[in-house]
């Protein structure tokens, strides 16, 4: 009995943070999947086509393995992953492609082994958490700018240099941002990457498939270029999983050479691979996907704006409440009358700004979403 008293003493402080969050209504748990999907990032209903589908079944038919079973370097290397990054950097305009298990793993293996020792990460202050932990983990310097003000980039970058910075600066940034829905100033900040002589990294995860011509995503026409490198991930609107990094090809072959996650890491599933080279395919080949997706875009802005809040232009709208609990609560409103809405709170999002993510995306209809936003309406008034 002493012994297991022990043990419980030892999870005391654990307990007490999770205490601690519950009083600032923080606490998290997790929840299935249940009615309308107004909360995934399968913007373009990729993750359940038939398209998909039979294209891992005819792999698996053809004798592709389920794991890759090692690393890359070792003998983790399969005929599939090299397909896909051969189609990656051809469809989105780069000179090389690598393939990573995830979104969170490459940015954190791009800025752990690219930037150097005395070089500078400025990161937009709202950018993914993956990408601040990367930052914090690895060698360079580090700072954060504005969001999405360009000018405090450049800022940031002259004070480092006064300061005796002699590195080459990384400016790094999302194309579209995953809990505001709103557009970097891609043109003004790699006109900063140009004159400061530095790089430009954009994670595209949340415009892949969805932004640009072909759905290459809003960085594509800086796609190919020296100081460019792009995050493309493939578990959103690619409905499948992993990540893309495009770069020039002496970047890539570092990352093979030197980046610890890549080489020590076993590789993604060679199912994965034929699962996102068939969504890129179906992303080029199927233009209406996003016509219908711009569709409920334009409906869920003017449904917001009749609520008295403002649109995204983007296929993720944040209704911000605010205060955590009232956040919550409706959301667990929503959810309750069949409609899938995730609330998000602090560190997740700036303090004060808890709110709905309402993620839109083929999974629902035109139906559904006007459905949404009489239901939001109705419970808006009710939890003042």
Same mark, same amino acid.
């Given at each position: 009995m002493k012994g297991r008293a022990n043990g419980r003493a030892i999870l005391d402080r654990y307990e007490a943070s999770l205490r601690g969050l519950a009083r600032k209504d923080r606490l998290r748990s997790l929840s299935g999947r249940s009615g309308a999907d107004f909360a995934s990032n399968d913007y373009l209903g990729l993750a359940r086509s038939k398209r998909m589908r039979e294209a891992v079944a005819a792999a698996l038919a053809a004798g592709t393995p389920v794991g890759a079973t090692g690393s890359r370097l070792l003998r983790g290397n399969d005929p599939e992953h090299e397909a896909l990054e051969a189609k990656a950097a051809c469809f989105f305009g780069a000179e090389r492609a690598l393939f990573f298990g995830g979104g969170y793993v490459a940015n954190f293996a791009v800025l752990t082994t690219l930037p150097q020792k005395g070089d500078l990460i400025v990161l937009d202050e709202l950018i993914h958490a993956s990408a601040h932990e990367g930052a914090r983990a690895g060698r360079a310097d580090m700072a954060e700018a504005a969001h999405n003000d360009a000018a405090a980039v450049e800022d940031a970058i002259r004070t480092w240099r006064v300061k005796g910075g002699a590195g080459r600066p990384w400016i790094v940034a999302e194309s579209l941002y995953s809990m505001d829905g709103d557009r970097a100033p891609l043109a003004e900040l790699i006109a900063v990457a140009d004159r400061q002589d530095a790089f430009l990294f954009v994670d595209e995860a949340h415009a892949?498939?969805?932004?640009?011509?072909?759905?290459?995503?809003?960085?594509?026409?800086?796609?190919?270029? !020296?100081?460019? *490198?792009?995050?493309?991930?493939?578990?959103?609107?690619?409905? @499948?999983?992993?990540? $893309?990094?495009?770069?020039? #090809?002496?970047?890539? !072959?570092?990352? *093979?050479?030197?980046?610890?996650?890549?080489?020590?890491?076993? @590789?993604?599933?060679? $199912?994965?691979?034929?699962? #996102?080279?068939?969504?890129?395919?179906? *992303?080029?080949?199927?233009?209406?996907?996003?016509e219908r997706l711009a569709r409920l875009v334009g409906l869920a802005g003017k449904g917001a704006e009749d609520l008295g809040l403002p649109a995204s232009g983007s296929q993720i709208l944040p209704i911000i409440v605010g205060d955590n609990r009232r956040a919550m609560a409706l959301a667990e409103a929503l959810q309750a009358r069949g409609f899938d809405v995730r609330g998000i709170r602090p560190p997740t999002v700036p303090e004060g700004t808890a709110r709905l993510r309402i993620s839109l995306t083929l999974d629902v209809g035109e139906a559904d979403v006007s459905a949404l936003f009489d239901a939001l309406a109705e419970e808006w008034d009710r939890t003042q």
């Amino acid at each position: 009995m002493k012994g297991r008293a022990n043990g419980r003493a030892i999870l005391d402080r654990y307990e007490a943070s999770l205490r601690g969050l519950a009083r600032k209504d923080r606490l998290r748990s997790l929840s299935g999947r249940s009615g309308a999907d107004f909360a995934s990032n399968d913007y373009l209903g990729l993750a359940r086509s038939k398209r998909m589908r039979e294209a891992v079944a005819a792999a698996l038919a053809a004798g592709t393995p389920v794991g890759a079973t090692g690393s890359r370097l070792l003998r983790g290397n399969d005929p599939e992953h090299e397909a896909l990054e051969a189609k990656a950097a051809c469809f989105f305009g780069a000179e090389r492609a690598l393939f990573f298990g995830g979104g969170y793993v490459a940015n954190f293996a791009v800025l752990t082994t690219l930037p150097q020792k005395g070089d500078l990460i400025v990161l937009d202050e709202l950018i993914h958490a993956s990408a601040h932990e990367g930052a914090r983990a690895g060698r360079a310097d580090m700072a954060e700018a504005a969001h999405n003000d360009a000018a405090a980039v450049e800022d940031a970058i002259r004070t480092w240099r006064v300061k005796g910075g002699a590195g080459r600066p990384w400016i790094v940034a999302e194309s579209l941002y995953s809990m505001d829905g709103d557009r970097a100033p891609l043109a003004e900040l790699i006109a900063v990457a140009d004159r400061q002589d530095a790089f430009l990294f954009v994670d595209e995860a949340h415009a892949t498939g969805v932004h640009g011509p072909d759905g290459r995503g809003l960085a594509h026409d800086l796609e190919g270029r !020296d100081n460019v *490198v792009v995050l493309h991930t493939c578990g959103k609107a690619l409905g @499948a999983s992993g990540a $893309l990094v495009t770069a020039p #090809a002496v970047l890539c !072959d570092y990352l *093979v050479n030197r980046c610890r996650p890549f080489i020590y890491a076993t @590789a993604p599933s060679p $199912l994965m691979a034929v699962a #996102a080279a068939t969504a890129i395919d179906i *992303v080029a080949q199927e233009p209406e996907r996003r016509e219908r997706l711009a569709r409920l875009v334009g409906l869920a802005g003017k449904g917001a704006e009749d609520l008295g809040l403002p649109a995204s232009g983007s296929q993720i709208l944040p209704i911000i409440v605010g205060d955590n609990r009232r956040a919550m609560a409706l959301a667990e409103a929503l959810q309750a009358r069949g409609f899938d809405v995730r609330g998000i709170r602090p560190p997740t999002v700036p303090e004060g700004t808890a709110r709905l993510r309402i993620s839109l995306t083929l999974d629902v209809g035109e139906a559904d979403v006007s459905a949404l936003f009489d239901a939001l309406a109705e419970e808006w008034d009710r939890t003042q």
